[in-house]
């Protein structure tokens, strides 16, 4: 052997391997094809319903989205007796083939793609039919196709090949072997005696391989087995593997395809766990299961039998892998709580690993809610994207606002599509931040977001590599295992506190803001819905709507999925999202209406207007009824007749004239271009804004981002400002009003700047024709205010923000997600902005700052180009945010007072006549739920899931502790505490005095307690 140098033995041997490649296959005859094509998939049984085409290689079948049945037809050749036969086939789409009932078998995916190749080849077109062929076998198979790659992109629509094929397995073999050996040589340490020996055998076997026959084959195999048969010595990292398929439920195709996707998968991996004896697979997200139960039963079936066996891995706890920006508070528990019981349900097993490999952010209560959820681990890598700060750890104890702790894993291949490949081993220990703490790491192989899985590639080369000299060992065994062995290790492990911040995609907060505000309404419905649905129970209704809100409850929580609920999704997913979201908003208020009026009934009030409250405090507000709005006290958890809950009102108080509007509490003054230039409080004798400064600006930036990201210098390039057009200002009723309309370009907005009648917010109600393209509408308030903290709502309690930008950390985190309210506070005055449907702010100094709109052009090209309604208000107040009650005023926005009975106007009801306060005799009231401390939020009430019982989930808003006394205004027989999962966690009940229990809390402690209210 010459002594070359490694860079040629390097470009021969990766020639040689190519060779090898092409030599694996010998088409031996040519299959007949017809497909029958329909715009949107048809049953097995209808499969000849579509156009009827005859095909060869090369001819064109579909457009974008078009599906097919494709009937594949052959005959094996006499020639190849004895010799092992596959199918090629690749119709430029995805292809499920399937048995004589029409139930998958096997997913076949075309190699073209815009995936990287790094990760793997995408494609998977080889199809097994014997190993040892007789001749004249008959060929005879249906393909349901999508004229679509993985990723939802359109690949010309051509058939590109249908042949049969004679397949030499030691070829085949030979190629795995080279490829694994070739890239361990690129890995291994250079200058290692074991890097010097795998060049030179590659490099002989090359010489040996100038000829692929037989012989050459056999020598070539000999020289390289003893390479393969090296093992490791001692384990210094020991890696987990497991196969998975990370399923987008939409993103760059419409729902429809992912379930079509689901089954491709799925029938593939049952085919390789037959082929491979090591072979451990996992999925996640329950709805996927649903859709595979529902559509493909027989698949199912086959499913239940290796989640059975041991070899598939059931994994996560939640119903999708949702976004937990945006997400609402008990939208994630809801998530847990239908995730976990349908696992158990069909599968007998409990979950208790959290799988959110892809989800742009972690919202600091998450490990409250695993904790009480019985999820003891946590996996996730998608933090290796963020753009400036690495985050120092892949094995930690991740603590959450409350303190509780949950242990988590981050691959430190940092992707969840591993070649599985020696690059991939090497990176993993490579990597690993905490190798030096911990003995194990997990690997994640396969192809995912638009599904695919393993293929032999993968599970080839992880035959080679249980224990190669050169690399780590590689066991192919649950995640579950892996964390009960990360386990051991946990008490050395570092704790990181706070929320899990990813450092890209803050575009997401705002895009697609329809969806966005219909996933608000849905959360605010629903928990309407059952709050008024459990009085209804408690007052001895037995129309409690179970199923209903079960089932609307878990679309939502599909729409929650992490590339729907985010906005970065393609447009037909959010033309049918918003269609479908109307739909169950009109049925969640129709359910709502119902309840409420049984409610009426059983307290004796059908007939005339009864207003309702489901906050857990009194509220002084404005409703309207019959037209008119009326002014009145309503108590918590409960609900008055409208008669008797007339307050006292004064509109002398309100002014409304040429640039100002005032009330009993606030003066606000405004520019001749629309913005404010002052709020001034009237009972704290001070201003909220800045002198020479201005709020409620509303400033056009240009962005040229997709969905996920937008420009973070945005602020350096200013489009301009929503132009005045015209101003009105008038009192009408309890409002002192000043009418906005603004131009920019080809949008429209109408602004209604507003004060009630004693209230303490200036209100924004906006309605936008918006119609830009490549631009960010932002609104920003200068306050008053200078503190280094913005303090900002999340879901059961709310996390300090940094408003300065000091560190490369805080720079990164300009654009950050809140609910409800963002709050700047001095120990002695704060101003906070409300809303009723955004996420997306910039706190910067002593300026709030709120992302309105933007309208990127990728995946969707009208994105936002809609009409929308928004409402956000300005919220001065003396002390700081929680002796001021900011979370409450937020709540108060989102959740409405409630009118029914009698004659229905719209979401409210109304009757003829006017309304006049009652005389001096017993206000017909009932408070149903109370508690007596003010950081005590009631975050939900709802029937049990298993029996007719009440749950109460209630957590502490303010980060403080609480000890808080919780009444009931309607017989208790008991009352338990449950963990999320609604399983009690004590021996003996909560002692009941006074009709009530005593509850200590510790800072944004969440609580659940179940009511039983009958025998």
Same mark, same amino acid.
């Given at each position: 052997m010459p002594y070359e140098i490694s860079k040629v033995i390097k470009d021969k041997t990766a020639v040689t391997l190519e060779r090898l490649r092409e030599a694996i296959y010998r088409p031996v005859a040519s299959l007949g094809v017809e497909a029958w094509v329909t715009e949107e998939p048809v049953s097995y049984e209808e499969r000849t319903k579509g156009e009827q085409l005859r095909l060869v290689p090369g001819d064109r079948w579909g457009k974008l989205w078009d599906c097919a049945w494709f009937h594949f037809w052959g005959t094996v050749p006499e020639s190849a007796f004895g010799q092992k036969i596959v199918l090629l086939i690749d119709v430029n789409g995805e292809l499920c083939l399937v048995d004589e009932e029409g139930s998958p078998i096997q997913g076949l995916t075309n190699i073209n793609s815009e995936f990287d190749f790094e990760l793997g080849l995408p494609g998977k077109r080889v199809v097994d039919v014997t190993s040892s062929a007789q001749g004249g076998e008959v060929i005879d198979l249906w393909g349901d196709a999508g004229c679509n790659d993985l990723f939802g992109r359109y690949r010309s629509g051509t058939l590109k090949e249908a042949d049969i094929a004679v397949c030499d397995e030691s070829v085949r073999k030979l190629f795995y072997d080279f490829e694994v050996l070739l890239e361990l040589a690129e890995h291994v340490a250079p200058g290692s005696s074991r890097k010097a020996r795998l060049e030179r055998k590659l490099y002989e076997a090359s010489n040996v391989l100038v000829v692929i026959n037989e012989e050459t084959v056999r020598r070539a195999t000999e020289l390289l087995a003893p390479e393969l048969a090296r093992q490791g010595g001692d384990v210094e990292l020991r890696i987990s593997a497991i196969g998975h398929a990370h399923i987008d439920l939409a993103w760059l195709w419409p729902i429809r395809e992912t379930i079509r996707k689901g089954a491709r998968t799925f029938s593939t991996v049952l085919r390789n766990?037959?082929?491979?004896?090591?072979?451990? !697979?996992?999925?996640?997200?329950?709805?996927?299961?649903?859709?595979?139960?529902?559509?493909?039963?027989?698949?199912?079936? /086959?499913?239940?039998?290796?989640?059975?066996?041991? /070899?598939?891995?059931?994994?996560?706890?939640?119903?999708?892998?949702?976004?937990?920006? #945006?997400?609402?508070?008990?939208?994630?528990?809801?998530?847990?709580?239908?995730?976990?019981?349908?696992?158990?349900?069909?599968?007998?097993?409990?979950?208790?690993?959290?799988?959110? =490999?892809?989800?742009?952010?972690?919202?600091g209560s998450l490990p409250q809610l695993l904790a009480l959820s019985g999820v003891d681990y946590m996996m996730t890598q998608k933090l290796s994207w963020s753009t400036y700060n690495k985050h120092p750890h892949h094995s930690f104890i991740w603590e959450g606002i409350d303190g509780t702790g949950v242990l988590t894993h981050l691959p430190p291949e940092d992707t969840y599509n591993s070649p599985a490949a020696p690059r991939s081993i090497a990176k993993i220990e490579r990597e690993y931040l905490d190798k030096n703490i911990s003995d194990h790491a997990l690997m994640l192989f396969g192809i995912g977001d638009g599904g695919g899985g393993p293929g032999e590639e993968h599970l080839e080369r992880l035959a080679r590599e249980k224990n190669l000299s050169g690399v780590p060992p590689v066991v192919q065994e649950s995640s579950l295992a892996f964390f009960q062995r990360l386990e051991k290790e946990a008490a050395s492990l570092h704790r990181f506190r706070g929320e899990l911040y990813l450092e890209k995609h803050q575009g997401t907060l705002t895009s697609q803001a329809r969806n966005k505000r219909y996933n608000r309404q849905m959360e605010v419905a629903l928990r309407e819905v059952e709050f008024a649905a459990s009085l209804a129970l408690a007052l001895g209704g037995k129309g409690y709507p179970a199923e209903s809100l079960e089932r609307i409850w878990k679309e939502t929580l599909l729409y929650q999925f992490h590339d729907i609920l985010p906005g970065s999704s393609i447009k037909r997913v959010y033309d049918e999202s918003l269609v479908r979201y109307a739909a169950l908003l009109e049925e969640t208020k129709a359910l709502l209406g119902a309840a409420y009026e049984e409610v009426a009934e059983r307290l004796g009030l059908l007939g005339e207007p009864v207003v309702f409250n489901s906050l857990p405090w009194e509220r002084r507000e404005w409703v309207e009824w019959n037209g008119e709005w009326v002014a009145v006290r309503v108590p918590g958890m409960g609900g008055i007749a409208l008669k008797d809950a007339i307050a006292e009102a004064d509109h002398n108080s309100l002014r409304a004239e040429a640039g100002q509007l005032e009330n009993s509490q606030l003066r606000v003054t405004f520019a001749e271009d629309g913005s404010l230039i002052s709020v001034y409080d009237k009972v704290a004798g001070r201003e909220a804004l800045r002198a020479n400064e201005r709020g409620n600006v509303l400033t056009v930036y240009y962005d040229n981002g997709d969905a996920w990201d937008f420009p973070r210098d945005y602020r350096s390039t200013v489009a301009g400002v929503m132009q005045l057009e015209s101003v009105e200002y008038t009192v009408k009723g309890h409002r002192a009003i000043a009418e906005q309309r603004y131009c920019f370009g080809e949008s429209t907005m109408k602004l209604t700047v507003s004060l009630s009648e004693g209230g303490v917010v200036v209100e924004f109600d906006a309605e936008v024709d918006w119609r830009e393209s490549g631009k960010m509408l932002r609104t920003s308030f200068a306050t008053a205010i200078d503190t280094g903290q913005a303090n900002c709502e999340i879901q059961f309690g709310y996390l300090k923000r940094s408003t300065t930008r000091n560190t490369l950390e805080e720079m990164a985190k300009d654009e950050i997600c809140a609910h409800r309210y963002v709050d700047l506070s001095q120990p002695d005055y704060g101003v906070a902005i409300l809303n009723d449907c955004k996420y997306g702010y910039q706190a910067e100094g002593h300026v709030l700052?709120?992302?309105?709109?933007?309208?990127?052009?990728?995946?969707?090209?009208?994105?936002?180009?809609?009409?929308?309604?928004?409402?956000?208000?300005?919220? =001065?107040?003396?002390?700081?945010? #929680?002796?001021?009650?900011?979370?409450?005023?937020?709540?108060?926005?989102?959740?409405?007072?409630?009118?029914?009975?009698?004659?229905?106007?719209?979401?409210?009801?109304?009757?003829?006549?006017?309304?006049?306060?009652?005389?001096?005799?017993?206000?017909?009231?009932?408070?149903?739920?109370?508690?007596?401390?003010?950081?005590?939020?009631?975050?939900?009430?709802?029937?049990?899931?298993?029996?007719?019982?009440?749950?109460?989930?209630?957590?502490?808003?303010?980060?403080?502790?609480?000890?808080?006394?919780?009444? !009931?205004?309607? =017989?208790?027989?008991?009352?338990w505490e449950t963990n999320l999962m609604e399983e009690t966690i004590a021996s003996a009940p909560l002692e009941l005095n006074s009709n009530g229990f005593e509850l200590a809390l510790r800072p944004f402690e969440i609580k659940t307690i179940l009511l039983k209210i009958a025998e």
């Amino acid at each position: 052997m010459p002594y070359e140098i490694s860079k040629v033995i390097k470009d021969k041997t990766a020639v040689t391997l190519e060779r090898l490649r092409e030599a694996i296959y010998r088409p031996v005859a040519s299959l007949g094809v017809e497909a029958w094509v329909t715009e949107e998939p048809v049953s097995y049984e209808e499969r000849t319903k579509g156009e009827q085409l005859r095909l060869v290689p090369g001819d064109r079948w579909g457009k974008l989205w078009d599906c097919a049945w494709f009937h594949f037809w052959g005959t094996v050749p006499e020639s190849a007796f004895g010799q092992k036969i596959v199918l090629l086939i690749d119709v430029n789409g995805e292809l499920c083939l399937v048995d004589e009932e029409g139930s998958p078998i096997q997913g076949l995916t075309n190699i073209n793609s815009e995936f990287d190749f790094e990760l793997g080849l995408p494609g998977k077109r080889v199809v097994d039919v014997t190993s040892s062929a007789q001749g004249g076998e008959v060929i005879d198979l249906w393909g349901d196709a999508g004229c679509n790659d993985l990723f939802g992109r359109y690949r010309s629509g051509t058939l590109k090949e249908a042949d049969i094929a004679v397949c030499d397995e030691s070829v085949r073999k030979l190629f795995y072997d080279f490829e694994v050996l070739l890239e361990l040589a690129e890995h291994v340490a250079p200058g290692s005696s074991r890097k010097a020996r795998l060049e030179r055998k590659l490099y002989e076997a090359s010489n040996v391989l100038v000829v692929i026959n037989e012989e050459t084959v056999r020598r070539a195999t000999e020289l390289l087995a003893p390479e393969l048969a090296r093992q490791g010595g001692d384990v210094e990292l020991r890696i987990s593997a497991i196969g998975h398929a990370h399923i987008d439920l939409a993103w760059l195709w419409p729902i429809r395809e992912t379930i079509r996707k689901g089954a491709r998968t799925f029938s593939t991996v049952l085919r390789n766990l037959e082929k491979y004896p090591d072979y451990m !697979f996992g999925a996640s997200q329950p709805q996927l299961y649903q859709w595979m139960k529902e559509h493909y039963p027989k698949l199912y079936s /086959r499913i239940k039998e290796r989640v059975q066996e041991g /070899r598939w891995e059931l994994q996560g706890a939640m119903w999708v892998e949702p976004d937990t920006n #945006i997400s609402g508070g008990e939208a994630l528990v809801r998530q847990i709580l239908y995730g976990k019981r349908f696992f158990q349900k069909e599968f007998g097993q409990d979950m208790r690993v959290l799988w959110l =490999p892809d989800v742009f952010g972690y919202s600091g209560s998450l490990p409250q809610l695993l904790a009480l959820s019985g999820v003891d681990y946590m996996m996730t890598q998608k933090l290796s994207w963020s753009t400036y700060n690495k985050h120092p750890h892949h094995s930690f104890i991740w603590e959450g606002i409350d303190g509780t702790g949950v242990l988590t894993h981050l691959p430190p291949e940092d992707t969840y599509n591993s070649p599985a490949a020696p690059r991939s081993i090497a990176k993993i220990e490579r990597e690993y931040l905490d190798k030096n703490i911990s003995d194990h790491a997990l690997m994640l192989f396969g192809i995912g977001d638009g599904g695919g899985g393993p293929g032999e590639e993968h599970l080839e080369r992880l035959a080679r590599e249980k224990n190669l000299s050169g690399v780590p060992p590689v066991v192919q065994e649950s995640s579950l295992a892996f964390f009960q062995r990360l386990e051991k290790e946990a008490a050395s492990l570092h704790r990181f506190r706070g929320e899990l911040y990813l450092e890209k995609h803050q575009g997401t907060l705002t895009s697609q803001a329809r969806n966005k505000r219909y996933n608000r309404q849905m959360e605010v419905a629903l928990r309407e819905v059952e709050f008024a649905a459990s009085l209804a129970l408690a007052l001895g209704g037995k129309g409690y709507p179970a199923e209903s809100l079960e089932r609307i409850w878990k679309e939502t929580l599909l729409y929650q999925f992490h590339d729907i609920l985010p906005g970065s999704s393609i447009k037909r997913v959010y033309d049918e999202s918003l269609v479908r979201y109307a739909a169950l908003l009109e049925e969640t208020k129709a359910l709502l209406g119902a309840a409420y009026e049984e409610v009426a009934e059983r307290l004796g009030l059908l007939g005339e207007p009864v207003v309702f409250n489901s906050l857990p405090w009194e509220r002084r507000e404005w409703v309207e009824w019959n037209g008119e709005w009326v002014a009145v006290r309503v108590p918590g958890m409960g609900g008055i007749a409208l008669k008797d809950a007339i307050a006292e009102a004064d509109h002398n108080s309100l002014r409304a004239e040429a640039g100002q509007l005032e009330n009993s509490q606030l003066r606000v003054t405004f520019a001749e271009d629309g913005s404010l230039i002052s709020v001034y409080d009237k009972v704290a004798g001070r201003e909220a804004l800045r002198a020479n400064e201005r709020g409620n600006v509303l400033t056009v930036y240009y962005d040229n981002g997709d969905a996920w990201d937008f420009p973070r210098d945005y602020r350096s390039t200013v489009a301009g400002v929503m132009q005045l057009e015209s101003v009105e200002y008038t009192v009408k009723g309890h409002r002192a009003i000043a009418e906005q309309r603004y131009c920019f370009g080809e949008s429209t907005m109408k602004l209604t700047v507003s004060l009630s009648e004693g209230g303490v917010v200036v209100e924004f109600d906006a309605e936008v024709d918006w119609r830009e393209s490549g631009k960010m509408l932002r609104t920003s308030f200068a306050t008053a205010i200078d503190t280094g903290q913005a303090n900002c709502e999340i879901q059961f309690g709310y996390l300090k923000r940094s408003t300065t930008r000091n560190t490369l950390e805080e720079m990164a985190k300009d654009e950050i997600c809140a609910h409800r309210y963002v709050d700047l506070s001095q120990p002695d005055y704060g101003v906070a902005i409300l809303n009723d449907c955004k996420y997306g702010y910039q706190a910067e100094g002593h300026v709030l700052d709120l992302n309105l709109l933007r309208s990127s052009s990728y995946p969707d090209p009208e994105a936002d180009q809609a009409l929308h309604e928004f409402r956000y208000a300005l919220l =001065p107040h003396e002390g700081d945010f #929680i002796t001021a009650e900011v979370p409450r005023r937020g709540y108060e926005l989102n959740v409405p007072l409630f009118v029914a009975g009698g004659k229905k106007s719209g979401n409210e009801s109304a009757t003829s006549g006017e309304v006049s306060a009652g005389g001096s005799g017993t206000r017909r009231e009932l408070e149903w739920l109370s508690v007596d401390h003010p950081n005590v939020m009631v975050e939900a009430v709802k029937k049990a899931e298993d029996s007719g019982d009440i749950v109460i989930r209630l957590y502490e808003y303010a980060g403080t502790t609480a000890n808080a006394h919780f009444s !009931f205004g309607l =017989p208790c027989l008991e009352a338990w505490e449950t963990n999320l999962m609604e399983e009690t966690i004590a021996s003996a009940p909560l002692e009941l005095n006074s009709n009530g229990f005593e509850l200590a809390l510790r800072p944004f402690e969440i609580k659940t307690i179940l009511l039983k209210i009958a025998e």
